[in-house]
């Protein structure tokens, strides 16, 4: 095996499409252990998905759960992060925990969030984007945002929408493990194996986290896993 062929959005600070980006020099430094290129095709997540069932790319980068009874998670993840919800408080009215989001509509990235991903029941509509998502938001056409705090600043950041910050507001909702999907195959199973090994002989030889710190991220907590 010489190269190994990765897929999955455009993400800021994760995969830029300059080749950088915490989640492309993560596995360029696992896969350079054993003298593997990683190649990397940019696509929406269902898609990529969809191209590692086919066998036309060896992992999508990344998700919390497998969508497919022939998709499997990496043991370890490349990020561990809190999920929050942008909100107007007007319209939510009290801040009390997660209940405050029971059977309400929560808007996100198209194949982002899940129900599973709430403690209480919720109404989950995808959008083409965070933009879309924040407008949905400012409009009054839906009552929560959910998204990585970041992913919710940047869209704030590049939307360009004037709105008064003190009328919204972010709390955090839940936190998730994001890993590499793989599939079913033999093949599958070894770049797995190069994945699990690879990540934590770094750790263990303390070359992540300089990554992490470079890219603003927490590190995860590698030997919980």
């Not at 252990?33 to 969809?50: A, C, M, Q, S």
């Not at 790319?57 to 809190?82: E, F, G, K, Q």
Request: net charge negative.
């Amino acid at each position: 095996m010489t190269e190994v062929y990765t897929t999955g959005p455009a993400w800021e600070t994760f995969t830029h499409e300059d080749g950088t980006g915490l989640y492309h020099e993560v596995l360029d430094a696992v896969f350079a252990l054993y003298g593997i290129t990683v190649k990397h095709e940019y696509v929406p997540t269902n898609r990529g998905d969809e191209l590692v069932l086919s066998g036309q790319a060896d992992m999508m980068i990344c998700d919390d759960r497998a969508t497919s009874s022939n998709l499997h998670l990496s043991r370890y993840p490349l990020y561990v992060n809190d999920y929050h919800v942008f909100y107007n408080k007007e319209t939510v009215g009290q801040w009390q925990g997660v209940d405050t989001l029971r059977n309400r509509e929560v808007v996100c990235q198209l194949g982002y969030y899940h129900e599973w991903d709430f403690s209480v029941p919720v109404h989950i509509r995808d959008m083409s984007s965070g933009i879309k998502c924040l407008q949905m938001i400012l409009m009054g056409r839906s009552d929560f945002y959910v998204d990585d705090r970041l992913f919710i600043e940047h869209s704030i950041e590049v939307s360009g929408l004037p709105f008064n910050r003190d009328e919204y507001d972010c709390q955090v909702v839940g936190t998730r493990s994001y890993h590499p999907v793989l599939g079913n195959t033999q093949r599958a199973d070894q770049v797995m194996r190069l994945f699990d090994e690879g990540i934590m002989a770094l750790h263990k030889a303390g070359k992540l986290a300089a990554i992490y710190e470079k890219w603003g991220h927490q590190y995860p907590d590698f030997d919980r896993f």
